[in-house]
Each structure stands twice: as structure tokens, then as C-alpha cells.
């Protein structure tokens, strides 16, 4: 069965380094997304991406955040300079549409990327 | 961000039993809500949606019972298995407008089912 897959499990990083979280979402899918979840807090959308750009983004989601689509198959999220508040689980997740309120836009989830900013 | 509450935080049920996780919503503009099971360590695991133009969705051991007009959603698991034991989020969509795909989720329910 096609499934996400989140590169690496976990990163451990100095504050004020640059990370790159990596994402393989399912292939025929269109939509991107990438979430985060701080311990003990609820899961959280931070952007949408679709057709090679951003399609919606919180307010998380600042200047420190970036999202790539470097090639076909990979799905990235950067940040430029990390700050202890950033430590969190990263979960990837892709559907096939997004506006349908059908089946099609059902997201699904990788393993996640455990972010640790020392 | 309050739009989807889980107000129990947790929930022990027998094995065999019936599980029935609660969830309930403030914004009239979701149209698509689904259930995701989640392990520690793990991510979210899609189990079962529905579109706000049905009322019940069944998959298996697995139905989901939506009352728009009380903005309440539950999931009920017949019967239960120890296996069912783990974090059991409900999220919401609203399909319309400029929200491409965004997710809202609830705080979480715990499920535990004992042997």
C-alpha cells in the first residue's frame, strides 16, 4: 500500500542552525501539507502546497519557513534558524485533491520527523 | 484555535465492548471531517471520514455518525479490541473558500481497551 515517507526520524540541532526536513508524499497525489505537533499539544497545520506553491499557510508558518518541491518525487520543509520552540514531531501528508469534501481529499500521514533544537 | 474540541480527554473501555469517541465543532464551514488513530512516535492514521452531506459512514468495526445541526460528530468502534487502544484524533475540513486542504484537529482521546 503507497505510503508517506518522512526523512529523517529524528534531528537533533543547535538553535539558530538551518534544518531541512525531507518528505516522499504518496506518487499520484497533488496536495502537500506539512503539520507539526509540540508535546502534549494538538497537531497543527502550518502550509499547503499544490501546483509548485504555497496554497495556504498559517500564521506559524513564518519568514523562517520555506517549502520545496526540489524534483517529482521529494517534498521539503526548511528552517532557516531554529529556535528551542521549534522542537516538535513534523508530520508530512498528502492527498490526491483538496475542495471536494469527498474521499479524494482525505489526508494521509507519514511517520513523522522528531525535531529536537538544543 | 478551539474550532474542534474533543472534551474527553480519555476513555477505558472493556474488550468487546462499544467505544464511543465524541467531537464537536464551532465552524459551520466544515464540510469534510474525518478520524485518524495515532500511536506514540507515529503518525496519524487515517480510519474513517465523512462528508457533511451524509449523516453515518460505516467501514467495518468502524462508524462515524455526524448531526450538522448540533455540530457533533462520534465515532463508534463495535466491538472493541485491545489493539484499538491509542490516541484517536477528529479533524475537520472546510472545503470551500480559500482553505486548500487545511486540516483542524482536536486535542486527542485516548482509548484504552482492556483485555
Known amino acids: ?4 515517507t518522512q526523512t529523517p526520524s529524528h534531528q537533533v540541532t543547535q538553535m539558530g542552525q538551518e534544518v531541512i526536513l525531507r518528505c516522499v508524499p504518496i506518487s499520484n497525489h ?6 507539526r505537533q509540540i508535546l502534549g499539544q494538538k497537531v497543527e497545520f ?12 498559517s500564521e506559524i508558518f513564518d519568514d523562517q519557513f520555506s517549502v520545496e518541491r526540489p524534483d517529482g518525487s521529494n517534498f521539503t520543509l526548511k528552517i532557516r534558524s531554529t529556535k528551542l520552540e521549534d522542537s516538535a514531531m513534523y508530520f ?21 520527523t522528531r525535531l529536537t533544537v538544543l | 484555535d478551539q474550532q474542534v474540541k474533543q472534551n474527553s480527554p480519555s476513555l477505558s473501555v472493556q474488550e468487546g465492548r462499544i467505544s464511543i469517541l465524541n467531537c464537536d465543532y464551532t465552524n459551520s464551514m466544515f464540510d469534510y471531517f474525518l478520524w485518524y488513530k495515532k500511536y506514540p512516535a507515529e503518525g496519524p492514521t487515517f480510519l474513517i471520514s465523512i462528508s457533511s452531506i451524509k449523516d453515518k459512514n460505516e467501514d467495518g468495526r468502524f462508524t462515524v455518525f455526524l448531526n450538522k445541526s448540533a455540530k ?30 487545511k486540516l483542524t484537529f482536536g486535542q486527542g482521546t485516548i482509548l484504552t481497551v482492556h483485555p
Not at chain 1, 30 to 35: K, Q, R, S, V
Open chain 1, 1 to 4: 500500500e503507497p505510503e508517506v
Open chain 1, 30 to 35: 497533488l496536495y502537500f501539507y506539512w503539520y
Open chain 1, 46 to 57: 502550518l502550509v499547503s502546497f499544490y501546483n509548485n506553491e504555497i496554497s495556504e499557510k
Open chain 1, 92 to 112: 508530512c501528508a498528502s492527498s490526491e485533491m483538496a475542495g471536494t469534501a469527498s474521499s479524494t481529499d482525505t489526508q494521509y500521514f507519514g511517520p513523522g
Open chain 2, 72 to 101: 457533533h460528530l462520534s465515532l463508534h468502534i463495535v466491538p472493541s479490541q485491545p489493539g484499538d487502544s491509542a490516541v484517536y484524533f477528529c479533524a475537520a475540513i472546510s472545503a470551500g473558500g480559500t482553505s486548500y486542504g
